[in-house]
């Protein structure tokens, strides 16, 4: 399971060897072209409860750190394995004494934190489902309506917030009289607000270990909560089969996990399952230890990352592709940084968009500086529906826009669908619906149970399908041009925001029933500052309307177009949007992914500006 060393294209660059499963399947092609791939490698056994491993590790390894903080004076908070178990005991008690359900669920509104992480771990143990909700839907809304949709469709018997005084307003508006309120600190004006030292207080219930015992496969662990195409959220079933057998996958996958406990400096919301489910799960099922990050990558926020990495090595990174991006320059430009950072890294994952070839070309030649290798940069395809693991990469072959082979326990389904090939998947990590919402359920599902993921794939070698696939859009956002022509915006949209890189973060392709593609192009506020360094931060329309930025833009936006090959990749017009895109109308999340149905619907008289004959000055158009 050990990967050889290899080299780059150019056969200069070694691979830092790590310990790796080998991703193979067995292929089955039906006569109406529908391919089946089914993993060669079974899928090894798993426990019961993911409570199980805090049994497990508190036990073997009692005083490792499983979880740290930024503590206000600068040091670090921490909780050890045996810590963790006695106080998820105590809180565990706390809830069952609630008669907290399925019915009556957990709800989190804050963010990462210890204190978010024992209650969520004390419900787990209690067999109580809890629901990590966004913080954006109760501090960046400004009407609460997905707060509000959430709290009517899962009913929680108790909402824990772990600074009351922020989530306060949130609070009152959109939790009932009868329903408890939690909080570490801080207070909500005309409400009472039980203490978390309170629910750590709490004697160990009496039958604690019997409920315990009783969590069985199918006991619901978590509602995760996903966006629709009409904005309001989906609450997706995670079971405790869902989330131990995508723990193994990850463990017989990324085999190195075993060689060491991780150890990550990790900032991904736990609202999300990358973070959620991905990486607090892969820390606790190994035995690893998790420091917690409060930046983000963006200005002001990437320099407490960067305050973390010179502290803590990681064995492992996650992030985005903006969160590398953002990463590069301290990497470039600070010695001791880097040498921290790479110094016994055994691999870099990202998730949730493509990595542009000069962010994954610039992490290849500092490591090369760093450590005479490149790191394995890895990725695959996952879905909140599927715990996320399903697909993955293997180190020598990762590269941007491949997603690799279903890994074991997960069966693939290609269907096609309108000359591309749809995938969907079948295995123990795949939900069993959403929750409240059986007509949702109905649509996700086909006739033999796979999810039906709306993503599309297509062969890495269409000779030789053990080498994997390659992303190929989302189904539902292509579509057709008023001269039949199928439009596929995944790839066209990745070709733009690499050639236009690092002044744009994503674009919205408009063309339905017209004659010719149109761009809404989301800036990059960072990249845009790189070629105008006088910007306000943060100021939209500053960078829309600057002169610098438009030029800048218009010289890669004609070489969009010069790559063209006919319309169905061909545009010509192009609008900056100068407005911040809106959560309240879905048309973006609070991780930054954007919904083109959305933006297309909310901003029709943009589209209209875009195809107007005599079109305004903040149309950019070329010949």
């Not at 193979?24 to 039906?30: F, P, Q, S, Y």
């Not at 430009?333 to 998730?351: E, I, P, Q």
Request: hydrophobic share 40%; glycine share 8%.
């Amino acid at each position: 399971m050990s990967a050889a060393p290899s080299a780059s294209a150019t056969g200069e660059h070694p691979l830092r060897p790590i310990s790796f499963g080998n991703p193979a399947v067995t292929v089955e092609r039906r006569a109406d072209g529908t391919i089946y791939l089914r993993p060669k490698a079974k899928l090894a056994d798993y426990p019961v409860r993911i409570t199980d491993r805090l049994h497990h590790w508190a036990a073997a390894e009692p005083n490792r750190v499983f979880m740290a903080e930024r503590a206000a004076g600068g040091g670090w908070r921490q909780v050890t394995y045996a810590e963790l178990l006695q106080t998820t005991r105590r809180i565990a008690s706390a809830l069952i004494a609630r008669n907290l359900s399925a019915e009556r669920p957990l709800v989190i509104l804050s963010g990462n934190s210890i204190d978010h992480a024992l209650v969520a771990f004390g419900a787990l143990y209690a067999g109580v489902p809890f629901c990590p909700a966004s913080p954006a839907y109760s501090l960046v809304s400004r009407d609460y309506g997905k707060l509000n949709f959430v709290i009517k469709l899962l009913t929680p018997g108790l909402v824990f917030a772990d600074d009351a005084d922020k989530f306060a307003e949130a609070l009152r508006a959109n939790v009932a009289a009868d329903v408890e309120i939690a909080a570490s600190r801080g207070a909500v004006p005309g409400r009472d607000v039980t203490r978390l030292a309170d629910l750590l207080a709490t004697p160990e219930h009496p039958h604690l270990d019997a409920v315990h015992d009783g969590i069985g496969p199918d006991t619901i662990a978590k509602f995760l909560l996903t966006s629709g195409s009409t904005g309001n959220p989906k609450a997706v079933i995670n079971t405790q089969r869902m989330i131990c057998a995508n723990q193994v996958m990850l463990r017989e996958t990324l085999a190195f996990l075993k060689d060491e406990p991780p150890v990550i400096v990790d900032w991904l919301p736990w609202n999300h399952t990358f973070g959620g489910n991905h990486n607090i799960g892969l820390t606790l099922y190994n035995g690893g230890s998790m420091y917690l990050d409060e930046g983000k990558p963006m200005p002001g926020g990437i320099e407490e990352t960067v305050r973390n990495l010179r502290e803590i090595s990681p064995t492992v990174y996650f992030n985005v592709p903006k969160g590398y991006e953002s990463l590069l320059p301290y990497l470039r430009d600070d010695a001791a940084l880097r040498a921290k950072f790479f110094g016994r890294l055994h691999a870099m994952f990202f998730s949730g968009a493509a990595l542009s070839p000069f962010v994954w070309n610039s992490l290849d030649a500092l490591a090369m500086q760093e450590k005479g290798y490149r790191v394995p940069m890895l990725t695959g395809l996952g879905a909140t529906e599927t715990s996320p693991f399903f697909m993955s990469v293997r180190p020598e072959t990762s590269r941007s826009g491949h997603v690799g082979l279903p890994v074991s326990g997960n069966d693939a389904k290609l269907v096609p669908n309108n000359g591309k090939l749809e995938v969907r998947a079948r295995g123990p990590n795949v939900t069993p619906g959403y929750w409240r919402q059986p007509e949702l359920t109905a649509k996700a599902f086909d006739e033999e149970g796979f999810y039906k993921f709306g993503d599309a794939l297509k062969p890495a070698n269409a000779g030789d399908l053990d080498a994997g696939f390659d992303f190929d859009g989302r189904i539902a956002e292509d579509f057709k041009l008023a001269s039949g022509t199928w439009v596929s915006v995944g790839p066209l949209r990745a070709r733009f925001v690499g050639t236009c890189a690092p002044l744009v973060r994503d674009v919205v392709i408009a063309g339905l029933n017209r004659d010719e593609l149109a761009a809404i192009v989301i800036l990059d506020l960072d990249g845009c500052r790189l070629i105008n360094p006088n910007l306000p931060a943060g100021d939209i329309a500053a960078a829309a309307n600057d002169p610098q930025v438009r030029a800048a833009f218009r010289e890669r936006f004609a070489r969009v177009l010069t790559g063209a090959t006919g319309s169905s990749n061909r545009i010509r017009r192009a609008i900056l949007l100068d407005t911040p895109l809106s959560i309240d109308r879905g048309e973006v999340t609070d991780k930054g992914s954007i919904n083109q149905r959305a933006v297309l619907e909310h901003r029709a008289d943009v589209v209209e500006m875009l195809y107007a004959p005599a079109p305004p000055p903040s149309v950019m158009t070329l010949d």
